[in-house]
Every structure is written in structure tokens, then in C-alpha cells.
């Protein structure tokens, strides 16, 4: 078994990827796989100029995490490939997903050479939908939830169709806000399992949803997870580890 999502701190070395797969073994697991997101990187900054020019909290949140070097990442991977580990380690980047952003995705993984590379939605039409804090006064106090719902899977069906990403981290994560819903989801998941099947796209099943924001789903709802077996969708149980201690947190 692998955690197939884990990020580090910064900055990244040795010493940081040494306690994670350290616990990896502790846990038994084969491997693990370091996934960095793009907001993280200040080359790639200019990806998020509509987001920070939408709400003031988001360019203060943008302007505290946009603090890596992407060359230093890269060399990084570089160094790190050279050496052996008892476990499988991938290296790879979580893309944030912009309908209007493609081909600057596109650039960012033709230019290094990553084992991974997957895509999450943290912005719907530029606006972050899911921070506890800050999201119903941006959002969901002024737009009709049904009406988000559909945007956010119509952004999700883009995603899965742009045969960019090995697999698509994040999904449904528009239920974190508890807002119910208005419509039946069945043949929006029926849809979005076909998707991942038919591009070959692997699915995460992310056990912080309920070790971190405490949702009754615990990862990926069970409706959503039967549509995936129907379809024959690879779906990855991963922890989204933010520390060593969190490396293979299944439960």
C-alpha cells in the first residue's frame, strides 16, 4: 500500500523526506508519493492574479503561501532520484485547476520531467469555496447553491476532459461547507466516474476529510465510491499528510 499524497515542509530537504518515508516504513507502507501545490511556488504566481485581485482575504492568503521556489523543488527531485530508499518514493505537483488557465497548466508539466502530475479545484470562478472562515461571505451568502453545484462540476467535467492530470485530487470537496445539495447526484457521479474512466484518470480518497475537517463522509462519499467500482476508477486511499506524523493516517 502507498500514501499516493503527501507534501512537505518547506524547504525541502533531505532531512524533512527522510522522517516521512521513516514513517512510512513504521506503517508498513510500500511507498509514498510527494505532491507540492502550485500556489506554493512564486514562478507560477502569475496563475493566480484573478484570485487575488477578487477578494482581498484571498490575496493576503496567496501573498503568506507563495513562498517556494519551483527551481528549487525541481532540483530537489533531482537530488533525490540519485539516492536509494527502502520505499518507493514519486515526486509530482498539485495543479490548482483555472478553466481559463489550461495552456499555462499545460507549460508547467512539459517543462520537468514529474512522476505525477494532478489537478484539484480550490477556486470556483476564482473564488476559494471552501474556507470555513471566509467562503459564505464571499460565496455561498450570494449565489444560489444549486447554481454552485453545477458550476463546480461543470469546471470538474473540464478538468477530467482536458487529458492533463494522471489523477484529480480534491473531488467534491464543494460538501465541506455543508450546504446541502439542491439536486440528486446520481447521474452527476455516474458522469464523473465515466470521465475518469474513460481518460484513465485516477481518483483520490482523501482520509483527511475526516481526521482534518471532521466530515461525516470520512474521503470520498459511498455513492460516489460505488459509481467508481461500476466504472472501474482507480481510486487512491491517501492521507494529504502536512507533517511526517500525518504519513499513512488512513483513519
Not at 85 to 100: M, R, S, W
Not at 208 to 223: E, Q, T
Request: glycine share 4%; aromatic share 16%; charged share 25%.
Amino acid at each position: 500500500m502507498i500514501d499516493a499524497h503527501v507534501a512537505l515542509p518547506q524547504p525541502f530537504t533531505y532531512e524533512a523526506l527522510k522522517a516521512y518515508i521513516d514513517v512510512a516504513v513504521s506503517k508498513g507502507l510500500d511507498g509514498i508519493v510527494i505532491l507540492e501545490p502550485t500556489y506554493k511556488f512564486r514562478e507560477l504566481k502569475s496563475m493566480y492574479r484573478e484570485v487575488c485581485a477578487t477578494y482581498p482575504y484571498q490575496k493576503t492568503w496567496f501573498q503568506k503561501v507563495n513562498t517556494a521556489s519551483l527551481k528549487e523543488y525541481q532540483d530537489f527531485i533531482t537530488e533525490m532520484r540519485k539516492k536509494e530508499f527502502p520505499i518507493d518514493v514519486k515526486f509530482g505537483l498539485e495543479a490548482c485547476y483555472f478553466t481559463q488557465h489550461e495552456s499555462y497548466i499545460a507549460g508547467i508539466k512539459e517543462a520537468f520531467d514529474y512522476d505525477v502530475f494532478i489537478g484539484r479545484i480550490h477556486f470556483l470562478d476564482n473564488i476559494a469555496f471552501d474556507w470555513p472562515k471566509h467562503s459564505r461571505e464571499m460565496m455561498w451568502d450570494k449565489y444560489n447553491a444549486g447554481y454552485l453545484y453545477r458550476r463546480y462540476y461543470e469546471m470538474m467535467n473540464a478538468m477530467l476532459t482536458s487529458h492533463l492530470f494522471d489523477g484529480i485530487a480534491g473531488f467534491d470537496n464543494i460538501k465541506l461547507m455543508n450546504v446541502k445539495c439542491p439536486f440528486k447526484m446520481d447521474h452527476t457521479y455516474h458522469k464523473m466516474a465515466t470521465l475518469l474512466a474513460k481518460n484513465h484518470i485516477y481518483v483520490e480518497d482523501d482520509a483527511s476529510i475526516d481526521y482534518r475537517f471532521h466530515h461525516v463522509d470520512k474521503g470520498l462519499s459511498k455513492a460516489f465510491l460505488a459509481m467508481c467500482e461500476q466504472q472501474g476508477v482507480e481510486v487512491k486511499r491517501v492521507s494529504h499528510a502536512r507533517s511526517a506524523e500525518e504519513v499513512g493516517k488512513f483513519e
